[in-house]
């Protein structure tokens, strides 16, 4: 009869090594990419909070803008005027100062003569 080395028997599954590498790798990258989605999502519905809240701030902008425009309106300056309790009149053609074109200088400057700007060299470091 021949003995059993009880020291050689292997109780349980022996699982091949580069299976298991195989495996571990599949499970990792499943992992990454339900991660990725999961902050895609994420960062998509941060980016359609802040359109809304664009939308909204365009909205609010387009409405200041025009009460601003009808409060510019000459009707509307009489009436703030009114309400603050001033009296504003056009100034007296002796307060007018008028200005010709024959009260300024003449233009000196020919085409080879522009103006020259000055410029700063200097050497570009950490910009």
């Avoid at 895609?40 to 909204?56: P, S």
């Avoid at 008028?98 to 060299?121: K, T, V």
Wanted: hydrophobic share 40%; charged share 30%.
């Amino acid at each position: 009869m021949s003995r059993r080395n009880r020291k050689r028997h292997v109780e349980g599954f022996a699982l091949p090594v580069p299976f298991a590498g195989l495996v571990i790798l599949a499970v990792t990258f499943s992992l990454g990419y339900v991660w990725l989605t999961c902050r895609c999502e994420g960062l998509g519905r941060d980016i359609a909070v802040l359109e809304k809240q664009k939308a909204e701030l365009a909205k609010q902008f387009s409405h200041e803008e025009f009460k601003w425009s009808r409060m510019r309106s000459p009707i509307e300056i009489e009436k703030a005027l009114a309400r603050c309790n001033l009296e504003m009149v056009l100034p007296d053609h002796r307060q007018v100062v008028r200005i010709s074109a024959a009260d300024l200088p003449p233009a000196h400057y020919e085409e080879e003569d522009q103006p020259e700007y000055a410029m700063i060299e200097r050497t570009l470091m950490n910009e």
